[in-house]
């Protein structure tokens, strides 16, 4: 059966620091990979995705940055933190069946 | 791009009664509909969804009913139990190369004993 993980758990950050989330899936091949961030008590917005290694679309302009290194990792990166950088980051993958399912999620708070 | 409006923001129902949440969508093109219900502090899980081609779908006390037409679609909980109470997030997508979920803003359910 496929896992997906997501590291670390929560995250305090000061203001102008970097960051980097990884997102890992067991168990497929070749899945679509997305990145999500949920603002406290809001919706999820979608940040990037990823079809292949090395592809990565935009969805939201920001200072996050996506990389998929390998087929089955995702990172989202920052140079720089900022306040409104602070949520719930969540990695979700599908494999052509188009139900997503998520991971547990990086609660990032920024100081 | 899709929007997708979603009411309401709180519902709250006595248990045993049933609850209805509703959401709209902007993209004619879209055709497909998960909804998620999200714990507190959990990740979203997939509970019920729907394609364009199907205008009801029902998994024991969920329902899900698709009106293309009005572009509407709606989460329908019968029986409710305290275990239901949750956020719950609809969403929307074309499904192309990838599912780009656009979601709603939530409902936030409380079953009262």
């Known amino acids: 059966s496929q896992t997906i993980h997501q590291w670390p758990a929560t995250l305090v950050q000061p203001v102008g620091s970097p960051l980097s989330l990884e997102c890992t899936v067991e168990g497929t091949s070749n899945p679509n990979l997305y990145w999500y961030r949920q603002a406290a008590g809001r919706g999820l917005q979608l940040l990037f995705y990823?079809?292949?290694?090395?592809?990565i679309s935009s969805e939201v302009p920001q200072n996050l940055s996506a990389s998929r290194p390998q087929d089955r990792q995702f990172i989202l990166s920052s140079k720089k933190l900022l306040l409104s950088d602070s949520g719930f980051y969540l990695c979700a993958w599908e494999r052509g069946q188009e139900t997503q399912y998520f991971g547990p999620g990086t609660r990032l708070l920024v100081l | 791009g899709e929007n997708v409006e979603q009411h309401p923001s709180t519902l709250s129902v006595q248990e045993g009664d049933s609850a209805v949440i509703k959401c709209t969508y902007s993209?004619?093109?879209?055709?497909?509909f998960p909804w998620y219900k999200q714990e507190l502090g959990k990740r979203p899980q997939l509970i019920i969804d729907?394609?364009?081609?199907?205008g009801e779908k029902k998994d024991q006390r969920i329902a899900v009913t698709l009106n293309k037409t009005a572009k509407h679609f709606s989460l329908h909980i019968t029986e409710t139990q305290p275990e239901d109470s949750a956020v719950y997030f609809c969403a929307a997508t074309y499904t192309g190369t990838a599912s780009k979920l656009t979601f709603g803003t939530g409902t936030r359910l409380q079953v009262t004993l």
């Open positions: 993209d004619s093109a879209s055709n497909y």
């Open positions: 729907i394609r364009s081609n199907v």
């Open positions: 990823s079809v292949g290694i090395g592809q």
